[in-house]
């Protein structure tokens, strides 16, 4: 099983920039698409960005232009002038396939570190 670890959260005022990181550990064969994920209070848990195994990005509407999804041994997000309506606790999310031999996978989360942004 894989282990997610998110950190790099915390406090910013509107405007600013934070880097987010998620590190995988564990017993797993690979990791195919991974993603950021966010969940205000009171609200669904959404989609921030995604990327695939070969580096394809996505980003909500809300990300494009302001946030960047990477990933090299980590996960990463970039996320610059940010605003209040960004504040939520954000999750690392992967897609894993456990064994070489096995075609299936399974999703496995991370605990999710906090981000706010307020004057």
């Known amino acids: 099983q894989v282990q997610l670890v998110e950190s790099g959260g915390g406090l910013v005022q509107p405007g600013g920039s934070l880097k987010l990181s998620c590190a995988a550990s564990?017993?797993?064969?690979?990791?195919?698409?991974m993603a950021w994920y966010r969940q205000a209070p009171g609200k669904q848990r959404e989609a921030v960005a995604t990327i695939t195994r070969d580096g394809s990005t996505t980003y909500a509407d809300s990300a494009k232009g302001r946030f960047t999804i990477s990933r090299e041994n980590a996960l990463y997000l970039q996320m610059n002038s940010l605003k209040p309506e960004d504040t939520a606790v954000y999750y690392c999310?992967?897609?894993?396939?456990?064994?070489?031999?096995?075609?299936?996978?399974?999703?496995?989360w991370g605990q999710g570190t906090q981000v706010t942004v307020s004057s």
């Open positions: 999310k992967a897609s894993v396939i456990r064994r070489a031999d096995s075609t299936s996978s399974y999703v496995a």
């Open positions: 564990g017993s797993f064969f690979s990791i195919n698409t």
